[in-house]
């Protein structure tokens, strides 16, 4: 198995010599393979690694689960840090979905700690049918190209070794090899909808075609393929029709810009906001909005969010603060 997730590690290059990386370790199946694997590795590329939890305090009981992750890392002599969420200095606005702002409450703690220590990565051990979940619930949701393409091997600072391991694999190798781990019973609850794609959804489509798991796979990576040659041509794109002035500006041709297919816009639109660090909502809507704006005569000024505006003038815009 360790052979396998090898040659995706280095297929991929997710690991690099004498990195500091970041762990992170909720004490079930899937974190405490990963952990197991790292330190089997660790050596080869003589890595400094960092376990972190973060207790979420959904149980009475959940200082069990630091209690456990903390044994299991003294035992192989990672360090450990953790932290109850109630202690986190970050305000999460509500989303409707408790997991979804779980998992922006850990995002936030796994990357305040590897700032706190310069790390190179922070892994996490998201498997292959945790992307096949993924992608159903960006499917129901109605996600575009970029979120049906699921999760990266290597994203930023995140990078996931095991997306190309199975569930039914890991529970296997910990079991073979007696090694206990926690049961999280929200991984088991229907309130959840991932749970209720991986409980129902997922076995109903595996009864009607078992090459489905292989198939999905396949056609994830051509979707990640086409998102990669999408980028490449959006960058030479805007390269093309922008251009930085001596305020370190981007001024954009908005006649160029508008002769542009659609979905090129929006993506351009995007590449641009992010480059000059707007915050923004990433909607149709939003984006909707500032291309109709663009395709009005006028010369006008549009506020796109709190002190960021797009000037218009004659034939260029760009952003103004």
């Given amino acids: 198995m360790f052979k396998k997730i090898n040659t995706f590690v280095t297929k991929h290059q997710l690991f ?25 590795i660790k050596n080869s590329y003589n890595l400094k690694l960092i376990a972190v939890h973060l207790d979420h305090e959904w149980r009475k009981n959940s200082n069990q689960d630091v209690i456990f992750c903390k044994k299991i890392c003294a035992e192989f002599k990672v360090p450990f840090t953790s932290k109850k969420l109630s202690e986190l200095s970050i305000h999460i606005k509500p989303s409707g979905s408790k997991e979804q ?9 796994f990357e305040q700690i590897a700032k706190e220590h310069d790390a190179d990565a922070i892994a996490l051990a998201q ?22 393409c699921g999760m990266w091997p290597k994203k930023g600072l995140y990078i996931r070794p ?25 991984n088991i609850s229907d309130d959840f909808l ?33 998102e990669n040659f999408l980028k490449r041509l959006t960058i030479q794109t805007f390269d093309h029709i922008a251009q930085l002035d001596e305020k370190k ?65 004659q034939n260029i815009f760009y952003i103004q603060t």
């Fill in 16 to 40: 690099k010599k004498d990195q500091t990386v970041i762990v992170g370790l909720s004490g079930g199946p899937d974190s405490l393979f990963l952990l197991h694997y790292l330190v089997t």
């Fill in 162 to 186: 095991l997306l190309t391991t199975s569930k039914k694999e890991i529970v296997t190798w910990l079991n073979k090899h007696h090694i206990n781990y926690l049961i999280d019973p929200t």
């Fill in 101 to 109: 702002d779980a998992r922006k409450a850990r995002r936030y703690f």
């Fill in 249 to 313: 500006i981007y001024i954009i041709n908005k006649k160029d810009f508008l002769m542009l297919d659609p979905i090129l816009q929006y993506r351009i639109l995007v590449h641009w906001l992010t480059k000059e660090k707007v915050p923004f909502p990433i909607t149709q809507g939003f984006l909707d909005e500032i291309i109709r704006f663009l395709k009005q005569p006028e010369n006008k000024i549009h506020t796109i969010a709190q002190d960021w505006h797009i000037v218009k003038k």
């Fill in 194 to 226: 991932r749970n209720r794609i991986r409980n129902k959804l997922i076995p109903t489509i595996n009864e009607i075609d078992p090459r489905f798991s292989g198939t999905l796979a396949k056609t994830m990576q051509r979707l990640q393929q086409t």
């Fill in 127 to 148: 498997h292959k049918d945790d992307q096949e979940e993924t992608f159903f619930i960006r499917l129901l949701r109605g996600a575009s190209l970029t979120g049906l």
